[in-house]
């Protein structure tokens, strides 16, 4: 470990896998876009799934965030293996002026995670967002704070909007990633490429051997 090593974009240690969940419109394609390109913009619903890269330093690594965003609004059949398998972080974002957005959380999303997940020590954050909108709340911050204590999340509240505590969330999230070290072994970049390696032994051309 610690050799340096090329990334698509640049060099990196690890490579972390994270996802967004939540109910449409609470806000995850706003929290994503302001991480990533530090701008707000009122945006559409997501269609399908989408996927940012990001590469930051955090506790003297250097780290490759692939970070998938889906819609709230639509379940998406056979890809939902897919989208949850290997996840390092879990983002689970409720919006605080709707408490549908946060009571889904525990009776949809929660099971959800439970069901696909790959990485059963996997770091979750629970996320109340909105909060610029004050006057509206409709979940108090003890009440996020006591879900996230009974389902062994991280808790934070933001706004996409002001931009209030968008990067902490991230940031929080990987400080805890970088601290398990089950997950550290298979965000880290030598891993996969011993993994790689196994993989091209196991494909290597056997004697009348075709397309399998
Ligand atoms: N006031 C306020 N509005 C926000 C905030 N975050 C998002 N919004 C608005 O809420 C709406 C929904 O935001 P999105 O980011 O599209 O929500 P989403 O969770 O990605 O929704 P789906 O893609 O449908 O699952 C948009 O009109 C955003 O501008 C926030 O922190 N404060
Ligand atoms: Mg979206």
């Known amino acids: 470990m610690g050799s340096s090593t090329k990334g698509v974009n640049g060099n990196y240690d690890y490579s972390f896998k994270i996802l967004l969940i939540g109910d449409s419109g609470v ?8 991480f990533i390109s530090n701008s707000v913009q009122d945006l ?16 003297g690594k250097r780290l490759k965030l692939t970070i998938w965003d889906t819609a ?26 709707r408490r549908e957005t946060f009571t889904n959380l525990l009776e949809i999303w929660a099971k959800e995670v439970d069901l696909y997940s790959t990485n059963k020590d996997c770091i979750k954050i629970l996320v109340g967002n909105k909060v610029d909108k004050d006057k509206e ?18 808790f934070l ?28 072994e298979n965000g880290s970049i030598v891993v996969k490429r011993q ?11 056997r004697v009348g051997g075709c397309c399998s």
């Open 72 to 97: 709230g609004q639509e379940r998406f059949g056979t890809l939902i293996s897919s989208y949850y398998r290997g996840a390092h972080g879990i983002i689970f974002v409720y919006d605080v002026t």
């Open 27 to 34: 806000g995850k394609s706003s929290i994503l876009l302001s």
């Open 195 to 205: 993994i790689l390696k196994q993989k091209q032994v196991y494909n290597a051309p």
């Open 44 to 59: 559409s619903p997501t269609i399908g799934v989408d996927f940012k890269i990001k590469q930051l330093a955090v506790g």
């Open 157 to 184: 509240e933001c706004s996409a909007k002001t931009r209030e505590n968008v990067q902490q969330c991230f940031k929080d999230l990987v400080l805890k990633i970088l601290a398990v070290p089950g997950l550290l």
């Open 137 to 154: 709340r409709e979940v108090t911050r003890e009440e996020g704070m006591a879900f996230a204590q009974e389902h062994k999340c991280l």
